[in-house]
T-cell receptor, first 113, second 113 residues
Framework: NAGVTQTPKFQVLKTGQSMTLQCAQDMNHEYMSWYRQDPGMGLRLIHYSVGAGITDQGEVPNGYNVSRSTTEDFPLRLLSAAPSQTSVYFC????????????FGQGTRLTVV | GENVEQHPSTLSVQEGDSAVIKCTYSDSASNYFPWYKQELGKGPQLIIDIRSNVGEKKDQRIAVTLNKTAKHFSLHITETQPEDSAVYFCAALFPGGNEKLTFGTGTRLTIIP
């Protein structure tokens, strides 16, 4: 059972570089989301999607783009990395409308220098 | 938007004693309140949840209580064991928010052998 798979696990970027964090789930979940985790600030929602072709902004969307071309995949793009984007990023998925468990990936630790 | 406050930020208890973590939420329409446990280097994992039509729920050594009037909910862990050491997050989901979960800032629980 793969669940939610994130790649890469670790990444170091230079300021101004771009990259894509990958997220895939095999549970046929409609809802997928990206969070960032910073010390003392919990998990903050970046972007989310309630289905293929539908995305929306969360609490801290600036500097990030997402797309949802399939049910399974929800990549997060950093357009021009900044040191403030140094964080641990988590992807999560769940069913819509059933108030059920959100499954999280293992996380991507990103450092921007 | 929804706001969730969580206390304490750190908690140390002797093995075998009980631990209590408390959260308050701002939107009275919130109807789903999960608790997640995050072990070092891993993504958060659901340990228990409660819906707004229930006042208490138990699962072995773990229980959650909900006071809708006061808009707060608590996690209770009894007979704590070393493997309970982790970071715990509460969350709230409010209707009309497209399944967006708002998380508390986390509690680092340390069980002292």
């Amino acid at each position: 059972n793969a669940g939610v798979t994130q790649t890469p696990k670790f990444q170091v970027l230079k300021t101004g570089q771009s990259m894509t964090l990958q997220c895939a789930q095999d549970m046929n979940h409609e809802y997928m989301s990206w969070y960032r985790q910073d010390p003392g600030m919990g998990l903050r929602l970046i972007h989310y999607s309630v289905g293929a072709g539908i995305t929306d902004q969360g609490e801290v969307p600036n500097g990030y783009n997402v797309s949802r071309s399939t049910t399974e995949d929800f990549p997060l793009r950093l357009l021009s990395a900044a040191p403030s984007q140094t964080s641990v990023y988590f992807c999560a998925s769940s069913f819509v409308g059933r108030n059920t468990e959100a499954f999280f990936g293992q996380g991507t630790r990103l450092t921007v220098v | 938007g929804e706001n969730v406050e969580q206390h304490p930020s750190t908690l140390s208890v002797q093995e075998g004693d009980s631990a209590v973590i408390k959260c308050t939420y701002s939107d009275s329409a919130s109807n789903y309140f999960p608790w997640y446990k995050q072990e070092l280097g891993k993504g958060p994992q659901l340990i228990i949840d409660i819906r707004s039509n229930v006042g208490e729920k138990k699962d072995q050594r773990i229980a959650v209580t909900l006071n809708k009037t006061a808009k707060h909910f608590s996690l209770h862990i009894t007979e704590t064991q070393p493997e309970d050491s982790a970071v715990y997050f509460c969350a709230a989901l409010f209707p009309g928010g497209n399944e967006k979960l708002t998380f508390g800032t986390g509690t680092r629980l340390t069980i002292i052998p």
